[in-house]
């Protein structure tokens, strides 16, 4: 079954403690990015890469970092969370850039 | 300032019924767009897609319109099912490298029984 699968998907942690989010996807696909989604903005994407060690950022880039080593993982990486970070968030893929976007099933992250 | 507006946050329908949703979009430079549906608890499935050369996809009960000198892109939903209820998100691109897509803050469709 053709997935996006991200872990873990619910997350209480605290200021300051790195964290990583797991991306993976079983469809060979070449692009990935990341978005998180808050109350009335809808979902606004964080970083995308277009291939293996190809990453750019987004709209809202800050406060992340991401890494693409295997076309088929992107993890997202909060080196310091802060409580703003607090969101949902959806990891997605495509085949290639411009194709229609499949997404994980989020992961809840809350930073207290 | 939000490239892509969705200014309805909620819709309610009664089954049976058409459902519309609207979505406006500022960049005149974008060429393609998706709906995307999202239940609680699950990231968003792809619904319907239209590019710039269309002004109509229909797929089964799903239709996209595509007014593009009022930027304006609507989703109609015939007849609208007790399933449908979801958030709808709007999405658009300028489908040349380099661009990534956009996305609207999304509505909440309501469909009564």
């Known amino acids: 079954e053709a997935q996006v699968t991200q872990n873990p998907r619910y997350l209480i942690t605290v200021t300051g403690k790195k964290l990583t989010v797991t991306c993976s996807q079983n469809m060979n696909h070449e692009y990935m990015s990341w978005y998180r989604q808050d109350p009335g903005l809808g979902l606004r994407q964080i970083y995308y890469?277009?291939?293996?060690?190809?990453?750019d950022k987004g709209d809202v880039p800050e406060g992340y970092k991401v890494s693409r080593k295997e076309k088929r993982n992107f993890p997202l990486i909060l080196e310091s969370p802060s409580p703003n970070q607090t969101s949902l968030y959806f990891c997605?893929?495509?085949?290639?850039?411009?194709?229609?976007?499949?997404f994980g099933e989020g992961s809840w992250l809350t930073v207290v | 300032d939000q490239q892509v507006k969705q200014n309805s946050p909620s819709l309610s329908v009664q089954e049976g019924r058409i459902s519309i949703l609207n979505c406006d979009y500022t960049n005149s430079m974008f060429d393609y767009f998706l709906w995307y549906k999202k239940y609680p608890a699950e990231g968003p499935t792809f619904l319907i897609s239209?590019?710039?050369?269309?002004d109509k996809n229909e797929d089964g009960r799903f239709t996209v319109f595509l007014n593009k000198s009022a930027k304006h892109l609507s989703l109609h939903i015939v007849p609208s099912q007790p399933g449908d209820s979801a958030v709808y998100f709007c999405a658009a691109s300028q489908g040349s490298y380099g661009q990534n897509f956009v996305f609207g803050p999304g509505t909440r469709l309501s469909v009564l029984p």
């Open positions: 997605a893929s495509s085949l290639s850039f411009g194709n229609t976007i499949y």
């Open positions: 890469s277009m291939n293996v060690e190809v990453t």
């Open positions: 239209i590019s710039s050369i269309k």
